[in-house]
């Protein structure tokens, strides 16, 4: 049990251990009461601090304020981190994962899946997805504490128009399971035609920051792993991701011909001027101003979509059906 006392009784079961421990002060007390320093000195030092009820001898007349069972702590923990996972996940997904797992599955620990991790960066599939997160992606690392302990939840997702994006969120989500093998949940924004998924994975944030230097929280200087913007063969990948997620393609047909233009457009003007780079090795003319690049032309709309490609049905439909209709 824990208790709180009022001023006058701490001071008074101060000066009560110390005499019966023969203490001159709160070190030599803490020495012979086997507890760490500073947590005596939060007991009789702060006001609003709690107690433990088995140092009080049995004589001593104190005026108790409150008590508490010895784990308020964690369940004052437990109820903050459910209401940052109500607000992050939404509470469908919440009581979803009560039903599957309980406690659990609520705290997103690290499962079993995780410790075998292992990234392959010559994998096709993970450079697009590297290049999706460059892109409209996010690493994030929120604290809480829990009974006296600090944690970190570590959340890495990957936002979009929950129409126009759908199919290629989920293809993304596929991906991610089959890289990772963790199932990245879905949540709509209320409010907003916005849409995300995303997972807990701190292997996986860790690799992405230290090995890719992709930032945790905001993307600030953002670039791409320089000896991987140096080989065309992995930025045919990481340049479709990025497509695919921050890029716009639009074809139109004019009296006598058809004109088509992509551009990627991102606050990241470093990132940009290595997509430029690669662009140029392959034999494209793009534009670059500061956070926006342009290709115009329809060769060059046949030429990207023949040798990067899409992955995202909003990109391929108006594509397939603007040269169809030409």
Same mark, same amino acid.
């Given at each position: 049990?824990?208790?709180?006392?009022?001023?006058?009784?701490?001071?008074?079961?101060?000066?009560?251990?110390?005499?019966?421990?023969?203490?001159?002060?709160?070190?030599?007390?803490?020495?012979?009461?086997?507890?760490?320093?500073?947590?005596?000195?939060?007991?009789?030092?702060?006001?609003?601090?709690?107690?433990?009820?088995?140092?009080?001898?049995?004589?001593?007349?104190?005026?108790?304020?409150?008590?508490?069972?010895?784990?308020?702590?964690?369940?004052?923990?437990?109820?903050?981190?459910?209401?940052?996972?109500?607000?992050?996940?939404?509470?469908?997904?919440?009581?979803?994962?009560?039903?599957?797992?309980?406690?659990?599955? !609520? !705290?997103?620990?690290?499962?079993?899946?995780?410790?075998?991790?292992?990234?392959?960066?010559?994998?096709?599939?993970?450079?697009?997805?590297?290049?999706?997160?460059?892109?409209?992606?996010?690493?994030?690392?929120?604290?809480?504490?829990?009974?006296?302990?600090?944690?970190?939840?570590?959340?890495?997702?990957?936002?979009?128009?929950?129409?126009?994006?759908?199919?290629?969120?989920?293809?993304?989500?596929?991906?991610?399971?089959?890289?990772?093998?963790?199932?990245?949940?879905?949540?709509?924004?209320?409010?907003?035609?916005?849409?995300?998924?995303?997972?807990?994975?701190?292997?996986?944030?860790?690799?992405?920051?230290?090995?890719?230097?992709?930032?945790?929280?905001?993307?600030?200087?953002?670039?791409?792993?320089?000896?991987?913007?140096?080989?065309?063969?992995?930025?045919?990948?990481?340049?479709?991701?990025?497509?695919?997620?921050?890029?716009?393609?639009?074809?139109?047909?004019?009296?006598?011909?058809?004109?088509?233009?992509?551009?990627?457009?991102?606050?990241?003007?470093?990132?940009?001027?290595?997509?430029?780079?690669?662009?140029?090795?392959?034999?494209?003319?793009?534009? !670059?101003?500061?956070?926006?690049?342009?290709?115009?032309?329809?060769?060059?709309?046949?030429?990207?979509?023949?040798?990067?490609?899409?992955?995202?049905?909003?990109?391929?439909?108006?594509?397939?059906?603007?040269?169809?209709?030409?």
């Amino acid at each position: 049990m824990r208790i709180l006392l009022d001023k006058s009784s701490k001071i008074k079961l101060l000066n009560c251990l110390k005499k019966k421990y023969c203490a001159k002060d709160l070190k030599e007390l803490s020495i012979k009461i086997n507890k760490p320093y500073y947590t005596i000195k939060k007991w009789f030092y702060n006001k609003n601090r709690y107690l433990d009820e088995n140092i009080i001898t049995k004589r001593t007349r104190l005026n108790i304020i409150d008590k508490k069972e010895d784990n308020w702590g964690q369940i004052k923990g437990g109820k903050i981190t459910y209401k940052v996972l109500v607000k992050r996940y939404g509470l469908d997904e919440i009581r979803y994962r009560q039903s599957k797992g309980g406690k659990k599955s !609520l !705290l997103l620990r690290e499962d079993e899946s995780s410790k075998n991790f292992k990234v392959n960066i010559n994998n096709p599939l993970f450079l697009e997805f590297y290049g999706a997160l460059l892109g409209d992606g996010w690493l994030s690392v929120l604290s809480y504490n829990y009974g006296g302990e600090k944690r970190n939840l570590w959340w890495v997702g990957i936002s979009g128009h929950r129409i126009l994006d759908k199919d290629y969120l989920l293809f993304m989500r596929q991906t991610a399971r089959k890289l990772f093998g963790k199932t990245m949940i879905i949540k709509y924004k209320k409010n907003s035609k916005a849409m995300e998924i995303l997972m807990c994975h701190k292997r996986l944030i860790m690799f992405l920051n230290k090995n890719m230097n992709f930032p945790i929280g905001k993307k600030i200087d953002l670039k791409i792993k320089e000896d991987v913007a140096k080989d065309n063969q992995k930025m045919k990948y990481v340049v479709r991701g990025i497509f695919d997620t921050d890029g716009y393609l639009g074809i139109r047909l004019g009296k006598h011909k058809l004109y088509g233009r992509i551009n990627i457009t991102m606050k990241a003007p470093r990132l940009l001027q290595q997509v430029e780079r690669y662009l140029k090795n392959r034999g494209f003319e793009p534009k !670059l101003n500061q956070y926006r690049l342009n290709l115009y032309g329809i060769k060059q709309t046949r030429k990207w979509m023949k040798e990067i490609g899409s992955s995202n049905k909003k990109h391929l439909k108006e594509y397939k059906t603007s040269i169809m209709s030409s």
